[in-house]
């Protein structure tokens, strides 16, 4: 019988599509709180390259990263107006930086080939063209990761 990862891994549903330079991405629907305009982010000297630095969304300070270090493309430069996918999980919230957020997208990528080896689930074509779903938790899990043993 299949587990609800296997059947989540197989046909996610809802995804969150967004673009990074000139790749588009994907996250499970369920994993954003919200999106909002970056506005300031903070750098913090000596960071890892994928902490960009810490938001301030709405009196809450938050981490903002950028996930091109995990799964390859152009870096973000951080600007205004920037959207920003505000993640949640359950040790709290994290931003991530996109030039553009796309929309929400229902797909299923049963014929989408999988790498788990890395930090993209499945990557497929939705029909506008190619898309990486990205395993954002392990993303998040190492990065806490590098972070804790700095």
């Known amino acids: 019988m299949e587990t609800a990862t296997e059947r989540e891994k197989r046909s996610p549903g809802s995804l969150c599509l967004f673009r990074l330079g000139a790749r588009r991405f ?38 903002v990263i950028d996930i091109t270090p995990f799964v390859g493309g152009e870096r973000v430069v951080p600007a205004f ?13 994290v931003g991530v930086v996109a030039h553009r957020v796309i929309g929400v997208r229902e797909m299923v990528t049963d014929a989408w080939p999988s790498d ?21 938790a392990r993303i998040l899990r190492d990065g806490r990761r590098e972070l804790a043993s700095l």
């Open 81 to 93: 107006e920037n959207p920003l996918l505000i993640l949640r999980d359950e040790e709290g919230r």
């Open 26 to 63: 994907a996250l499970h629907l369920d994993a954003i709180g919200e999106v909002v305009e970056s506005g300031d982010i903070t750098p913090l000297p000596g960071a890892p390259d994928f902490l960009m630095g810490l938001a301030n969304i709405r009196g809450e300070i938050i981490p």
């Open 116 to 136: 788990e080896a890395h930090y993209v689930l499945h990557e497929g074509d939705d029909g506008d063209g190619p898309v990486a779903w990205i395993d954002i």
